[in-house]
């Protein structure tokens, strides 16, 4: 099923963004190269590398739910819904990052677009299943 090659190559992508949040926490990466240099002091950055990561978490989670590699059941229309929320996201993130000062910044708007386009595909590959049964 291709729906489950998109399900893993976001998550897998996500898993990249998710670690390198983690080494912007950590200071492996110097912080004031993320979120367009907002990041003054160190509790903005916990702040903000906190929510960043319990969002990639949790969309992680919702993938590996719709993949069903995760013994933990959810209606399928709440996990489409909180799909849908986040190829919106993307697509918004993706504009804004293109339109960022800095060139590190706008790198990142060909990872939001391709997380937005594989969203995409997995709602519109259930959709397809759906209505040809």
């Known amino acids: 099923m291709k729906?489950?090659?998109?399900?893993?190559?976001?998550?897998?992508?996500?898993?990249?963004?998710?670690?390198?949040?983690?080494?912007?926490?950590?200071?492996?990466?110097?912080?004031?190269?993320?979120?367009?240099?907002?990041?003054?002091?160190?509790?903005?950055?916990?702040?903000?590398?906190t929510l960043s990561i319990f969002i990639n978490l949790f969309l992680i989670s919702i993938l590996l739910i719709k993949g069903n590699y995760l013994n933990f059941r959810l209606h399928e229309k709440t996990i489409n819904i909180v799909l849908?929320?986040?190829?919106?996201?993307?697509?918004?993130?993706?504009?804004?990052?293109?339109?960022?000062?800095?060139?590190?910044?706008?790198?990142?708007?060909?990872?939001?677009l391709i997380l937005a386009i594989l969203i995409w595909y997995i709602l519109k590959k259930e959709q397809e299943i759906t209505t040809t049964h």
């Open 84 to 112: 849908w929320i986040f190829f919106f996201i993307f697509i918004l993130n993706t504009f804004g990052n293109i339109v960022a000062k800095s060139n590190f910044v706008k790198a990142f708007s060909a990872m939001t």
């Open 3 to 49: 729906t489950n090659i998109y399900i893993k190559l976001s998550v897998f992508l996500l898993t990249l963004v998710t670690t390198f949040h983690l080494c912007l926490m950590v200071k492996l990466i110097p912080y004031n190269i993320a979120w367009g240099g907002q990041l003054k002091n160190d509790i903005k950055m916990y702040t903000f590398e």
